[in-house]
């Protein structure tokens, strides 16, 4: 537009009014090179601002990446807490199940122990009792045969203490 106005009809030509014509285009034509130097201004700022633009967009992209990473990530420490929590309460459960069992087994060791301990005096009495037994049919037994299927006593082992 105002190169348009830079090339009047006076252009070029010699008049009286030279000066003042001649200030005008000068005027005219810096403000030409002050337009165009704008123009490119403009486009420079324009494709900066594209390139800021995209830039923000990928930002924007990258954030929204970034948020979901942190609430899964949250989400799996949330689940990982809940597991060792649960891990832990199963520890101790087997813990008591184990000093439980423990337990037990102590008890039942005593009983055992006490109930072989009982078995063996009652194994000492047993032995005893056919002792006197074979005692006092060994002097029957001299002058009668023992009773049918019992063969020898003294040859059977029986009686003898072990």
């Known amino acids: 537009v105002v190169q348009g106005l830079c090339a009047g009809p006076h252009a070029g030509?010699?008049?009286v009014g030279m000066p003042l014509e001649h200030e005008l285009r000068e005027r005219c034509e810096k403000l030409e090179a002050a337009q165009h130097d704008s123009h490119q201004e403009v486009e420079r700022l324009t494709r900066r601002r594209l390139v800021l633009e995209k830039?923000?967009?990928?930002?924007?992209?990258e954030v929204g990446v970034l948020r979901s990473a942190r609430a899964a990530l949250e989400a799996e420490g949330a689940s990982k807490e809940r597991h060792e929590g649960a891990l832990r309460q199963q520890a101790l459960a087997l813990r008591l199940d184990l000093q439980r069992s423990r337990e037990e087994m102590e008890r039942r060791e005593v009983r055992h122990a006490r109930e072989i301990g009982e078995l063996q005096q009652e194994?000492?009495?047993?032995?005893?009792?056919?002792?006197?037994?074979?005692?006092?049919?060994?002097?029957?037994?001299?002058?009668?045969?023992?009773?049918r299927g019992y063969g020898c006593w003294t040859h059977a082992g029986v009686g003898r203490p072990s």
Do not use: I, K, Q, Y
């Open 13 to 15: 030509g010699g008049g």
């Open 55 to 61: 830039a923000l967009s990928n930002t924007r992209d």
């Open 123 to 147: 194994v000492v009495e047993l032995r005893a009792r056919l002792v006197n037994f074979h005692t006092d049919h060994a002097a029957g037994a001299s002058t009668a045969s023992p009773p």
